[in-house]
C-alpha cells in the first residue's frame, strides 16, 4: 500500500480520535464547554485540508506533522503526573476515554513517521547528474577566455 494513502488514513483517523477526545472532556468537565473550546475546530479543519486536500505535497506533510504532534502530546497530557487510573477509570464510559487517548497516540505517532519520510523525500536533492550539468555549464562559460590571445 502506499505510504501516503496511510498517511492519509492514519491522519483522518487521529483528527477523528481528537474530536471524540474534546467531546469526552467537555462531557466529563475537564473542560468547560464555552465558546474557548471551538478554537479546536478550525484547528482541526486546517489538519483536515492539510491531509486531504494538500496530500502529497510539502505543505501538505508540514501540517499533517504539526497537527499529529499536537495529537501526540494529548496523551501524554492526560498520562502526566496522577494520570488516568483512580476516579477517570472508575467513571462510566472509562473504558472509551482511554481507548481513544491510547488509539489517539497510535495514529498521531504513525503520522508523524510518514509525514517526517514524506517531507524527507521532497527535500531537493543534488543529484551528480546536476553536478556534472553545472560543472559542464562552467567549462563553457571559461572556454571563451581560453581562446583569446593578446597580439
Do not use: C
Not at 31 to 45: R, S
Not at 81 to 90: L, R, S, Y
Not at 135 to 144: D, F, K, L
Amino acid at each position: 500500500m502506499k505510504h501516503n494513502i496511510l498517511l492519509v488514513i492514519a491522519s483522518v483517523l487521529s483528527i477523528l480520535f481528537m474530536t471524540f477526545h474534546l467531546a469526552d472532556d467537555i462531557v466529563r468537565g475537564m473542560e468547560p464547554g464555552t465558546l474557548l473550546d471551538l478554537i479546536g475546530v478550525p484547528i482541526l479543519v486546517v489538519w483536515l485540508y492539510g491531509t486531504l486536500v494538500l496530500a502529497e505535497r510539502r505543505s501538505g506533510y508540514v501540517i499533517i506533522l504539526l497537527g499529529s504532534l499536537l495529537g501526540l502530546v494529548v496523551p501524554v497530557i492526560h498520562m502526566k503526573g496522577a494520570g488516568v487510573g483512580g476516579a477517570i477509570a472508575k467513571s462510566s464510559g472509562a473504558f472509551f476515554f482511554i481507548w481513544t487517548l491510547l488509539a489517539l497516540g497510535v495514529t498521531a505517532l504513525f503520522s508523524v513517521i510518514l509525514s517526517a519520510r514524506g517531507l524527507w523525500e521532497h527535500l531537493p536533492r543534488r543529484t551528480t547528474a546536476g553536478v556534472e550539468a553545472a560543472v559542464s555549464a562552467e567549462r563553457i562559460v571559461r572556454q571563451p577566455e581560453a581562446g583569446i590571445t593578446s597580439s
